[in-house]
């Protein structure tokens, strides 16, 4: 079965404190991995994707397959990081539909 | 505004009722998405299509839910006989997925729309 774990529903640190944000998935296959996040009044966006090893907005997540892990992590929050933060993922090939966990509500205090 | 759009952005309806919703792509994508998000939940799949073929539907959509991308580009999701336990947010996305032949393909990025917010009462 496919599913993704967020066991955080609300996170909050201070502003210039590292985050983490923890994700969990089951896949039978090699999944691919998404950070997606929604700001206030915003639609939901893409944030980051394993297969491209980018840093965003300073936030970086690394895929561990033995702890079938995709934390998302950045060394010293700011207030604007403030949104709601899914991790999702989707099979190689086919219909590459999202399957997204339950989110984590981010906010960061000055 | 090139981004996917949807309409309307809020729907109240009785019980019973049927709803339209409508989803415009982004321009030249030929996958689109429907799915469907509750209170504190992340967005659950619902369908695709892969241009105006009807791909994939998830056994969330009960045979009340109908869905159709007629020319390829815009998207109806039609739900009759609405229930209050319809009422959530209906979130569109598209994406332009390359390599489709002999069924293997190269994934893209997939681009939301603001979604469509339906309460039934």
């Known amino acids: 079965a496919q599913r993704v774990t967020q066991p955080e529903k609300l996170l909050s640190v201070f502003k210039g404190a590292p985050v983490e944000l923890k994700c969990n998935y089951s896949?039978?296959?090699?999944?691919?991995l998404f950070w997606y996040v929604q700001y206030s009044r915003q639609r939901l966006q893409l944030l980051l994707r394993?297969?491209s090893r980018e840093s965003i907005k300073g936030f970086t997540a690394d895929l561990n397959k033995g702890e079938t892990s995709f934390h998302l992590k950045k060394p010293f929050a700011q207030e604007e990081d403030s949104a709601m933060y899914y991790c999702a993922l989707s099979g190689w090939g086919g219909a590459q539909k999202l399957v997204f966990g339950q989110g984590t509500r981010l906010t960061i205090n000055p | 505004d090139t981004g996917v759009s949807q309409d309307p952005r809020h729907k109240i309806t009785k019980r019973g009722q049927n709803v339209t919703f409508r989803c415009d792509p982004i321009s030249e994508h030929n996958r689109l998405y429907w799915y469907r998000q509750t209170l504190g939940q992340g967005p659950e799949f619902l369908t695709y299509f892969q241009n105006e073929a009807q791909l994939e539907k998830s056994r969330l959509l009960s045979d009340r839910f109908s869905a159709e991308r007629p020319k390829g580009s815009f998207s109806t999701l039609e739900i009759q006989r609405t229930e209050q336990g319809d009422s959530a947010m209906y979130l569109c996305a598209s994406s332009l997925v390359a390599g489709l032949a002999g069924g293997g393909s190269t994934g893209d990025t997939q681009y939301f729309g603001p979604g469509t917010r339906l309460t039934v009462l």
């Open positions: 896949y039978s296959g090699s999944p691919e």
């Open positions: 394993h297969i």
